[in-house]
C-alpha cells in the first residue's frame, strides 16, 4: 500500500473543514477533484475512511486514527518551519483571544498590555464576548466561565470565580442590607443577564442549597456601567468580585449576604482551545502568560 502525505493532508483539510466544499475552497481545488482525491485514498487503503452526507464529512474509526497520524505529521512539519523562520529571530505571531467582557475589560487587559510589552512582535487579535459556542478559526484561546468546561476542547483551570452581592453606602443607609438569599425576589438586583432563559442565583450555605429566581432593575453584560450603578446606590449588584473589590477595599461599598457562596454562571474559570489544532510558540507562551498570571492571582 502506498500512502503519501499529500493524501493525508487532503484527508485532515477535509475532516477539519467537515465538508467537501470547505476543504475545496481552504485548499483552493474545485469540490470534484476533492471528492476524486479522497476516492482515490480511499482505493489505496482498500478502506472506507468517512461518512459522507449532502452536508458533513465525519470520519469512521480508521479515517479518524489516520487523520490523528496526518495532524500529527502536519504539525511537526510546521514546528519545524517555525523553528527555521524564528532562528535568531523575537517571537513573533498571531493570536486571537475570545474572552468575558467583564473578566477581560477589568482584569485580563492589564495582563495582555504587559504580555504585549514583553513580546513585541507578537500581534494580540481580541475579542471581548460572552459567547460560549465552539472556537471559530480566529480565536486560538477562549477564556470563559463556566458551571463545567465543554467535553471536545482542552480546558485548563484559571480558579474560581467569587460573587458577591454589594450595595453602595448610600443605598445600605437609606434601605438596609439583605440578610436572607429570598429577600432578593423583591429588591431591585443589578447584574449580567442569562440569555434565553429566567436568571437564577444560586447560594450555598453549609451543606444547604437555596435557588432564587431574579427580576433584576439592570441589566448588562458591560461590568464597568453595573459598577457604576451600585456605586449609585441604585440596588443590589450581584457581580463577580474583580469589579467591585477597590470600592469594598475605600468603603463606598459594602457586602451583604456573606455566609453564603453565591453563583449565576458557574464560578469557574476556564482557558480554552482546540485539542488538535497546532500552536504556534506565540500560542503556547500566551497561554503559558495567562495561566501564570491567573495562579498568581488566584487568592
Known sequence: MSLDLSSLTLLVEIIDAGNLSQAARKLKMTRANVSYHLSQLEKTVGLQLVHRTT??????????????????????????????????????GRVGLSMPSGFGQMVMSHWLIEFKGLYPGIVLDVVFENRVENLRDEVDIAIRILPEPPQQLVARDMGTVRYLACASQSYAQAHGLPTQLDQLRTLPVITANVVGRQLSLRGYKGNERHDVLLAPTLISDHYPFLRQGVLA???????????????????????????????????????LYLPNRRQTRAVRTCIDFLLAKANGSAG
Open 55 to 92: 452536508r458533513r464529512v465525519e470520519p469512521n474509526e480508521v479515517g479518524w486514527r489516520l487523520y490523528e497520524h496526518g495532524r500529527a505529521i502536519s504539525n511537526e512539519i510546521l514546528a519545524a518551519k517555525e523553528t527555521i523562520s524564528n532562528l535568531g529571530q523575537e517571537l513573533q
Open 233 to 271: 446606590g441604585l440596588g443590589i449588584g450581584l457581580v463577580p468580585d474583580y469589579v467591585v473589590q477597590d470600592v469594598i477595599a475605600s468603603g463606598e461599598v459594602v457586602t451583604a449576604l456573606d455566609d453564603y457562596r453565591l453563583s449565576i454562571f458557574g464560578t469557574q474559570m476556564y482557558l
